[in-house]
């Protein structure tokens, strides 16, 4: 709590060690929030805020451990539940019950995570994520799946999705090894960076105002934090110190920004964007 104590009925233990990380939703907004948690048994779990188990969550267990954070989208009033192990994409309703079934099956990247691209013209509501071998992923919310490939990566790829030029159109963005390389939806290259050294974390995506738009990228193996423009260019001032992903926020409101990250040494440092 507010005072560093535990909240009552904290710490929870769980019935089997846990193989990702917390995923937290909150169904109505009413801040009766819901919380995932995968582990080894491939069993997920439902608790309360209060640290008790969901009696109505009735999912069974996966094929094998799942290794990403458990994901909720809110798709035409329909809540859908997602999460993956390597090779199968569970897509479930409230109750822990499929709720969609991908029409064909494929493998899953290490990394992987779902996005959510909401209905757009001319195309339906959709999630998207890549194959060990960088392949892409399109899952519609009828089970439709569809697949683009541009080329190979390696397993330990990241991927996102997002618009980084501006021009209103979501781009491929991938991360392997020592690599950022930004494709549009036609599979011209838009990015491509090279790092000294492999890069082991996810890109994060920052919009400002005015539609501008970065990729934030972390080498832990150097301490070093980029900041990559629409265009490719390296945001000046930038590689900063720090060693873990970072945010970014306006803390007053106002058109200056700072920049949050951990760094090696156990301190949170704090640098202000211009």
Sequence with gaps: ??????????????????????????YEGKKEYRMFIPCENKKVYLYSKEGEVVDGWKFDESEHEVGSVVQHFLVDDKDYIVFNDKNKAYILNRKGRSRVKPKDNF???????????????????????????????????KGKVTTIKIRD???????????????????????????????????KIIIDYKFDSPIDNRPVYYEFPGNNKKIGITSTSTDELFLI?????????????????????SLHQNRRFNLFVGTGNKFLYNYEVK
């Design 1 to 26: 709590d507010g005072n560093g104590k535990f909240v009552e009925r904290y710490p929870v233990p769980l019935n089997s060690p846990a193989t990702a990380g917390l995923g937290l939703c909150d």
């Design 107 to 141: 493998a899953i990247s290490k990394n992987g995570k779902f996005i959510l691209e909401k209905l757009v013209p001319d195309k339906k509501s959709r999630m998207v994520i890549t194959s060990p071998d960088g392949t892409i992923n399109f899952v519609d919310f």
């Design 153 to 187: 990566f390696s397993d330990n790829h990241y991927f996102d999705f997002q618009d980084v030029n501006g021009d209103g159109q979501r781009d491929f963005i991938f991360v392997d090894n020592n690599k950022l390389e930004v494709y549009s939806q036609n599979q």
């Design 229 to 249: 423009n629409g265009d490719g260019t390296l945001y000046e001032g930038f590689p900063l110190y720090g060693s873990t992903l970072f945010s970014i926020g």
